[in-house]
């Protein structure tokens, strides 16, 4: 596609429901993101994926989350038992193979959770 | 404290105005330096990025890094009521296992017609 896709974008679930956030990243990027923005914060690092495996998934906050990439395309990120605070807006990005280190990362929208 | 602090603003500014966003970081590693802007509801979209220290000019915009301080620098020239968003300075180191980049909080900026 154009850009990077994410669905859904609004999300409201009850405290203690499990959830899945959809990303589709622009067409041949091997490289994927994620990222969760809370209010008035900068986006935090979550995980990355390099085609299919986790080359780096120091970000994510506890065993409730956990992401997965099986084709080297499209991403999940899984949510269980969600809490209050995993209320954010979930972004993804992808980039191209990296190009001299600059790792330029193209964002999605965004999908914003609000856990009750 | 945080690998990369900026001011959370908000900053208004007339339109036509010069406007001068900032970062420090603690982190000497760090090589790669970006600017995204992002509008409300909106994922950040890339503005600049330079590689270690100097500066880089786009347009109205002008990004600048000091190494041997841990400053990074956004300057927009005559500033248009469009450039009210957020900006956000992210860096990365060189190589390695990871190809994360860490965020500022982002500079919530608004320029007045």
């Known amino acids: 596609g154009a850009g990077v896709s994410q669905t859904p974008s609004n999300k409201v679930t009850e405290k203690g429901k499990y959830v899945e956030l959809r990303c589709d990243p622009i067409?041949?990027?091997?490289?994927l993101y994620w990222y969760r923005q809370s209010l008035g914060q900068g986006p935090e690092f979550l995980i990355y994926f390099q085609g299919t495996g986790a080359a780096d998934d120091s970000g994510l906050p506890n065993d409730r989350f956990f992401a997965v990439r099986p084709e080297g395309s499209v991403s999940t990120l899984k949510i269980q038992r969600t809490e209050r605070g995993d209320s954010a807006v979930y972004l993804c990005a992808s980039s191209p193979q990296t190009v001299s280190g600059a790792n330029v990362l193209t964002f999605g929208a965004g999908s914003r959770l609000t856990v009750l | 404290q945080k690998e990369v602090e900026q001011d959370p603003g908000p900053l208004s500014v007339p339109e036509g105005a010069i406007v001068s966003l900032n970062c420090t970081y603690s982190n000497s590693a760090f090589q790669y330096f970006m600017w995204y802007r992002q509008y409300s509801r909106k994922g950040p979209e890339l503005l600049m990025y330079?590689?270690?220290?100097g500066n880089k000019e786009d347009g109205r915009f002008t990004a600048q890094v000091d190494k041997s301080s841990k400053y990074i620098s956004l300057f927009i020239r005559d500033s248009q009521p469009s450039d009210s968003a957020t900006y956000l300075c992210?860096?990365?180191?060189?190589?390695?296992?990871?190809?994360?980049?860490?965020f500022g909080t982002g500079t919530l900026l608004a320029v007045q017609p």
């Open positions: 067409s041949g990027h091997t490289a």
């Open positions: 330079t590689y270690s220290s």
């Open positions: 992210a860096m990365k180191g060189y190589g390695g296992a990871t190809n994360k980049l860490i």
